[in-house]
């Protein structure tokens, strides 16, 4: 028998929720607020903030900036207990889950587990490519990339060079995008300034995507504004052409020579892990969990699945929704209400996705945001961009942060977080 | 025979500088206003301020606030070439070092690597005890400290919630009294707010020196001042106690019962590294480098060495300065004009050390400082080290980012940092 977890019981029923994205934490929190107890499991001790991975990534912000203590979030709530720790298997027989501290026991147990990349099976970016899923995986990119140009300077031969200092993005949905312009910015304003025994013009930046446009969730005209502003700036745009392989510092595609390069950006699909011991569930396309309009994943009644894993169908969203944060969010303020309604015996509502729009910044003064029937661009979609990143993270001290290093950055045109920091290991004796 | 490091070259005399802390850095930005090729060496891509590792560790600092990138530091000097290599040995018979990018040549050779931690041969504290003198190791001790609240709730036993969470500083310098009085405020205003299911009269923290007073290089009268200001603040000060042994997660003295704990920070001492090739130099106390009044390490006469590593005698200092930045940043100014001096023929000034005082805090309005024969405590003694700190910081941004992080840490007893945030590693398919 495994241990129990060492978790304060109380009469109210008990929700537990895995995982602290965007869906779970506003699920906690709204339950928080009602006569429910709640058990928030989540590998880190805090919320990440993905929209701004790429910034990280680009040395613009602190990690910490996009970074929130889960525990600072819930300290009002006495009947809320937040875990660090890793989910191992649902017992739903029992009503209990494994964790690596122990068994949980649930009342309505809700999986929030959000996504990870999606490699496709490739064994070669599974060794070699650089995924963005996480705060950690975007600091090892920064650190990666100025590494890489640290050791670019121990060597005269240009094709040498060229291979340490290119780097391949591979995938053009927003995340692609925005690295893409974050890093040409990095290209034409900073690292010239720090590197001025480097020629410049032997670093490429390509952004690869398979399918016919870029953004392929917003309007074709947008794709276009977009493609234009990262060609402006130097990006190396192939829309249309798959991936062969990359081996041997070698990215070989079906359409361009082969590029020369260690430095590989795999931003090209993301997929729900595996979850172990909910056998019955209907398991769909990237590993999404099907689930009811009530987020319901049948035929467990008191199982739910919110954000990018449930994969949800309604007459506007045969194919589920996007898996971004508003739907996330929405079906986690939903199913705070309806879990109240399901307690005390009345009817659950119907989920129904409000789409409030899409966007995405190339650079300064060039974003593309979509509004229902409201296209705009340039430096008015830009500023919108700033305006509702800045107002969707969490915690009002991040808020002040960002917003001073987003002026600093934008009038000095410096990212000034140019440095490789880890943790020191415990030394071997 | 060795590769040569790929670094232009001029006709200046090439100064060649191992190490970028306060020493290694002054001497670089003077000397490259100067007609000096400089090579500045160091294995970290960007300077560290010492002095505030500890707010690193205890949340209250960003490791980022107190790191500034060296590149940037040079960006208009253009015969000043930073690389970010390890040293690994002199060969002053070709007036070369060996490093991990190739072989450097000199025409003047600067050592300004500083001290690491001193574990003075105990294999205990080689093992498990937590250092801190550099920017990573201080956000181990963050992320150790974290971790062990998240384990402390998986447990219902007082005795193991104790060892858990017990902190043991082993050294009372200034760096064990600012940490102890760092870790009390967090035990009493953030911890508790955070970990509601935590009893904290089972934390204790520990501050455990040797000799019979706290801050030895301060005055009788000082070293009360604080212990006074620590006990009041529940910090257990044990001086004139010795730490004979840790294993198995017990700290033994000669003088306390044993005291269980999993953490314990070690401050007690540092040493200088080894230098390999400079076998006729004198190594003397704590590997320090026996250095002439121009700092000149004789037998060699175009070889230096500054800062920390240095141990230079003059009449007021008989046994050496102390390794604390004034001595190094004074002895890195001087040495730039004296190369000026030595390359043009002129007579070399000898070093004299100018002490402008001594200071360390304990914590908010809590402080002690001694400036010539004015010696001041609490708020005053506080407010002045802020801004002595503040003032030393290199880089406008970080001196604005660190005065709204105290300022904001301050008026809302919050270290917002409380986030076990590493790099990821590259996952293993």
Redesign the interface.
């Known amino acids: 028998m495994a241990p129990i ?2 978790i ?1 019981d109380s009469s109210f029923p008990r929700v537990v929720i895995i995982g602290g994205g965007f869906a779970g934490m506003r699920l906690a929190l709204e339950l928080s607020k009602k006569q429910f107890e709640v058990v928030l499991i989540d590998r ?3 919320h990440q903030f993905q929209p701004l991975y790429y910034q990280v990534a680009t040395a613009g912000l ?3 900036s996009i ?1 929130f ?1 889960m ?2 979030a819930f ?1 009002k709530f ?1 009947h809320t ?1 937040f ?2 720790a890793e989910f191992l298997k649902a017992c739903p027989e029992k009503n209990e889950i494994e964790t690596s ?2 068994n949980v026991r649930y009342d309505y147990l809700v999986f929030a587990i959000g996504a990870d990349t999606n490699y496709f099976g490739r ?1 070669d970016m ?2 070699a490519g650089l995924p963005m899923k ?4 975007a ?2 990119i920064r ?1 990666t990339i ?2 890489h140009f ?1 050791r670019a ?4 031969d240009p094709a040498e060079q060229s291979k340490l200092i290119n780097i391949v993005i591979v995938g053009g949905g927003a995340t692609g995008v925005e690295l893409a312009g974050a890093l040409s910015e990095m290209k034409r304003f900073v690292l010239p ?5 480097l020629d410049f013009s032997r670093m490429g930046i390509y952004l690869i995507e398979a399918s016919e446009r870029l953004l392929a969730a917003m309007s074709p005209k947008s794709s276009a504004t977009v493609e234009k502003y990262l060609i402006k700036m130097g990006v190396n745009v192939h829309t249309s052409t798959k991936v062969l392989s990359f081996e041997s510092n070698k990215v070989k595609t079906d359409k361009t020579p082969d590029i020369s390069a260690e430095m590989v950006l795999w931003t090209a699909g993301i997929s729900v892990p595996k979850v172990e011991g909910i056998d019955k569930a209907e398991v769909l396309r990237g590993g999404r969990l099907k689930v009811n309009r009530f987020n319901q994943l049948l035929p467990y009644e008191n199982i739910f699945a919110i954000g990018d894993m449930a994969l949800m169908t309604e007459p506007d969203y045969p194919n589920g929704h996007p898996q971004v944060a508003p739907p996330a969010i929405q079906q986690a303020s939903l199913l705070a209400s309806n879990l109240d309604k399901l307690v005390s015996g009345k009817k659950m509502k119907e989920f129904h996705y409000q789409h409030k729009g899409s966007m995405a910044t190339v650079g300064r003064n060039r974003a593309v945001a979509e509004l229902g029937k409201i296209h705009i661009r340039g430096f008015v979609a830009w500023a919108f961009w700033l305006f509702v990143h800045l107002m969707s993270i969490v ?1 009002s ?1 991040n808020r ?2 960002i917003f ?1 290093n987003w002026m ?1 950055n934008y009038l ?1 045109y ?1 990212q ?12 071997i ?1």
């Not at 996480?134 to 995986?137: A, H, K, M, P, Y």
């Not at 300077?153 to 005269?156: R, S, V």
């Not at 300034?193 to 025994?197: A, L, V």
């Open positions: 977890a060492n304060p880190n001790n805090f602190e990690p910490s970074s203590p525990r600072k300290q006495k207990h875990r660090m501290i122990g064994e599974i060794r996480s705060v950690g995986e600091l090892r650190n100025l590494e640290e300077l121990n060597t005269d300034k720090d590197y001025p025994e915690g001290k002040v942060f001073m600093w000095s410096d000034s977080l140019r440095l490789i920091i880890k943790p020191s290991k415990r030394k004796s």
